[in-house]
């Protein structure tokens, strides 16, 4: 699953602040489709954001966080230029991961 | 008879050898991804199936929390969508290492769990699915004392149903 992360960092002082949204369907569980079958529970688990060696967010979802779900937060450090590497596993087992820069 | 079984014999064996052959495509197919950190054994699977918003906390931190007015919930009076609720939690509080944020009338109450490392500030924006109206409940992890902020949200149509 390539090319599912959409990430922007930008910095203002000492502080950098992060929005991202990832491409994924996070399936409940609880919504049956036309047929009537429930569509079984498909939600990314943990979300991972890494500056300069460091997590500096970790996020742990469940299924009731919404379709293509939207994070914003923010850290301290990060210069314009630098990395910040952004990874996510479901619980179907499925990643994805993005080195953006920060702005 | 004996020609029967044989053949059957190296059917068999001819099976094996193209489910191996597949097995061994399969993992050339994926290989361990090399730069996905995050990792799921981090997901607190017992946190995420609690239906009782004492035992959820619990199970995530191993403690109860105290209502303060020191975490800042904003989320909407009324939300026309429950699929897609604006969340966002905050905190003046020093030393924040966790924020969880709790639907109490979903089907599973906990919806998202943060950690908050030192340097990283005490605030996350996200956006939850609600099945009715129903309270949001914030927990922040500070010091390591959990305190609480709550809101009711009104839903009109439901985002966990279907």
Redesign the interface.
Known sequence: MAGTIRVRATTSGDTTEVQSLIRHPMDSGFVKDAKGELIPAHHIEVVQFEHGGKTVFTALWGPAVSKDPYLKFSFKGGKAGDDLKVSWVDNKGASDSLVAKIQ | MTETSDALARRTILKGAIAGGLAGFGLGAFPF?A??????K???ADA?KSKNEAETIKALYGKTAEASDKVSLDAPEIAENG???PV?VSSALPGVTGIALL?LE???I????????E???A?????????KTSKVVAIVESGGKLYSATKEVKVTVG????
């Open positions: 991804p730069f996905a950190d995050a990792d799921a981090e997901w607190p995420f699929a897609v609720v966002a639907v979903n089907p599973n906990l919806a998202a769990a943060y950690k908050i490392p340097g990283t500030q605030s996350v924006a996200n956006r939850l699915k609600m099945a985002g966990c149903g279907g």
